[in-house]
């Protein structure tokens, strides 16, 4: 089985602190992603890499950076966390050949 | 434009009854997929059923089929015999093979079962 792994279920920062969430998976996927979920508009691509230090942006990148050292994992960075940050946060990670994506548990994030 | 549309926020089922959940996107890429995931409360997405564009069949995985309907680009998800553990969000996703490799989600259907 696929297993991808987040390190937090749920976080709860400051205003203006750095973020660092983690996304593990198991299965020497080369393709990984960073999803924002919110109430009403779905799961947004927030960036993803398809191989070790590949990164692309996705449609919502602005305020975050992702680091991709090893091909098992792929960290988001919210480098000053701000309110509307507040969010579920998804990582998937995809088979090349059947394209199928797989997602961690989330990390729910809340900055006060 | 947005690419995935899910007109149904929310829907209610009687348990045992059947349930279609609307999905339709919008694509000029010939060779594309499209996924549903169920994401109960507990927040992980859980990948049911998947649509190939090329595929001639519509794709069916125990409870769950997929009313594929090429032309007027839609790609219902329907649940037989629905059951009180069915009750979550669910989504549908695209992706264009010719494309990004990620998944373009659509804001999702909340569907309560009700005994």
Known sequence: ?112 | AQKITQTQPGMFVQEKEAVTLDCTYDTSDPSYGLFWYKQPSSGEMIFLIYQGSYDQQNATEGRYSLNFQKARKSANLVISASQLGDSAMYFCAMRENTGRRALTFGSGTRLQVQP
């Not at chain 1, 996304?23 to 009403?40: K, S």
């Not at chain 1, 691509?45 to 692309?56: A, H, Q, T």
């Not at chain 1, 792929?74 to 966390?81: C, N, P, T, W, Y």
Request: net charge neutral.
């Open chain 1, 1 to 112: 089985d696929v297993k991808v792994t987040q390190s937090s279920r749920y976080l709860v920062k400051r205003t203006g602190e750095k973020v660092f969430l983690e996304c593990v998976q198991d299965m020497d996927h080369e393709n990984m992603f960073w999803y924002r979920q919110d109430p009403g508009l779905g799961l947004r691509l927030i960036y993803f890499s398809y191989d070790v230090k590949m990164k692309e942006k996705g449609d919502i990148p602005e305020g975050y950076s992702v680091s991709r050292e090893k091909k098992e994992r792929f960290s988001l960075i919210l480098e000053s966390a701000s309110t509307n940050q507040t969010s579920m946060y998804l990582c998937a990670s995809m088979d090349s050949y059947t394209r199928e994506q797989f997602f961690g548990p989330g990390t729910r994030l809340t900055v006060l």
